[in-house]
């Protein structure tokens, strides 16, 4: 009898024992879960959800910390908060119009990195006795500082290369897709964005806030040619092209004419490629498989969205067809169809060239800090992966070359550094007169490299215009050291 009690007693303890065991166990699953429900919403959550700019905790967060500045990877002030006597906080940007599109603004709907990053700069991650005293002490917090992956060399050398003329510059490293430099001109004064607004919005004509690096769509001229040539090479049908250029050749009452009609002679691809010959290039297009041109400009980024952490981006179109007459075949095939690029994708094609035929998607700040330089959040980027073969990223190299050795980039020779690229002068009216000056093309010195995009708007030739500023870009950069 004692003995079953004494069992019947260790039996209940067990069974209490039991219950206390699973009832710990379901609150430390609970708390667990709660946990990680928190962790998720600070980490991923809670970023879109307090970044919308109509959010009431932004607002909240305003009254207790001051926003934090941006800088250039080279650690020049490109905006910040002041704080006047009477409390009032003004956003200043010490380099005015020349960061307008990169940078942006942080009123009326925001603009750029302000508006990308805009909820990091409102957080504080200073020390936190520091914090804990500026808290008692009724002060607010200073805002974490964004780190562009922009070096002020580089954008001050595009800013004023640019000149008088409206365009873009952009700039990559291709290895890592960080951009270097973004000018978008024409611009505005980020200081005085409020005051300016209504005039702005007012007048219809105006698109001084369109970032053309990444919105302005244009016609590529002869930059389209790298896609021309990459599907010659897919085809098999480089290496035996040859052409007697004339200067200029008709085709269903089209004519296509080479530059100031000169005749090329007897070209083959590599120097069709060099020259430019429009009228080399408008026949190779009526070589070309249609079909297999449209699945190439699909690899090469065309009529989609590129991949990249950049906002504000807007397609590249192209398309052909086996129906398509042949005058609008060779001028697809020379860039004056119906095509239209931007300049981020042509920076982005260079890139993969340099690159080995990978595209590294772009972004433009790679860390955020707190107020005393403290990194707080580090980013590497993303590999969006391979748009072209190691092989024909090599090939594509060489005849890149020899428009800077033997042909029309010959501007951009120098001691320094190898340069690469493509120049294109591309019609946009009736006049024949009027053309854009393009360049697309990267530069390397010591496994260090740099790709970028130039359009300048009614320039001109190449030769004259974007090359000079492309140069001066790669020289900068390379002096850089
Ligand atoms: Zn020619």
Redesign the pocket.
């Known amino acids: 009898m004692d003995n079953e009690l004494r069992e019947e007693n260790v039996n209940k303890k067990k069974r209490g024992r039991k219950r206390y065991v699973l009832i710990t166990y379901v609150f430390l699953g609970l708390f667990l879960l709660l946990l990680v429900r928190l962790l998720f919403f600070t980490a991923v959550e809670s970023e879109d959800f307090i970044n919308s700019s109509y959010n009431p905790r932004l607002t909240k967060l305003s009254e207790t910390v001051v926003r934090g500045k941006i800088k250039t990877s080279d650690d020049v002030i490109v905006a910040e908060t002041i704080t006047n006597d009477d409390k009032t906080e003004v956003r200043n940007y010490p380099k005015g119009p020349m960061y307008a599109h990169a940078v942006g603004y942080s009123v009326n709907g925001s603009l750029g990195a302000e508006k990308d990053f805009n909820f990091r700069m409102m957080r504080s991650h200073i020390f936190f006795l520091k914090r804990i005293y500026l808290e008692l002490s009724g002060e607010k917090l200073p805002g974490d500082d964004l780190v562009l992956t922009i070096d002020s060399k580089l954008q001050e050398a595009a800013y004023y290369g640019m000149g008088d003329y409206d365009g873009a510059v952009i700039a990559l490293e291709p290895d890592t897709g960080k951009v270097l430099c973004m000018v978008s001109k024409p611009d505005f004064d980020p200081n005085t964005i409020k005051a300016d607004w209504d005039s702005i919005i007012s007048d219809s004509t105006s698109s001084v806030l369109l970032n053309r690096t990444t919105q302005g769509l244009y016609p590529p001229g002869s930059v389209a040619k790298v896609l021309t040539a990459l599907e010659m090479m897919e085809e098999g049908k480089a290496d035996t092209f040859s052409y007697e250029?004339e200067?200029e050749e008709e085709r269903e009452g089209y004519t296509i004419h080479?530059y100031r009609s000169t005749?090329?002679g007897t070209?083959d691809f590599a120097s069709a490629f060099a020259?430019s010959?429009?009228?080399?290039f408008g026949n190779m297009g009526l070589m070309l498989d249609k079909n297999r041109l449209s699945l190439l400009s699909d690899r090469l980024l065309f009529n989609k969205k590129l991949p990249t952490a950049l906002s504000n981006t807007e397609k590249s179109s192209f398309n052909i067809t086996d129906n398509d007459p042949e005058a609008l075949v060779m001028q697809t095939a020379i860039g004056q169809g119906k095509t239209l690029v931007t300049p981020l994708h042509m920076a982005m094609l260079a890139s993969a060239v340099a690159n080995e035929g990978v595209i590294k998607e772009p972004f433009i700040s790679d860390s955020i800090e707190n107020a005393d330089g403290g990194v707080v959040k580090t980013y590497k980027g993303k590999t969006y992966g391979s748009v072209m073969t190691k092989e024909e990223a090599e090939k594509m190299k060489e005849l890149m070359r020899l428009v800077i050795t033997d042909g029309t980039g010959q501007g951009l020779l120098s001691d320094d550094y190898t340069a690469y690229g493509k120049t294109g002068t591309a019609e946009y009216s009736s006049d024949k007169d009027k053309t854009h000056s393009w360049f697309m093309g990267f530069a390397e010195k010591d496994g260090r490299k740099i790709a970028a995009a130039v359009i300048m708007e009614g320039a001109g030739t190449s030769s004259a215009h974007a090359i000079p500023l492309t140069k001066s870009l790669f020289d900068t950069y390379f002096q850089n050291e």
């Not at 010959?277 to 080399?280: G, Q, W």
């Open positions: 250029c200067g080479c005749a090329h070209e020259d010959c429009n009228v080399a």
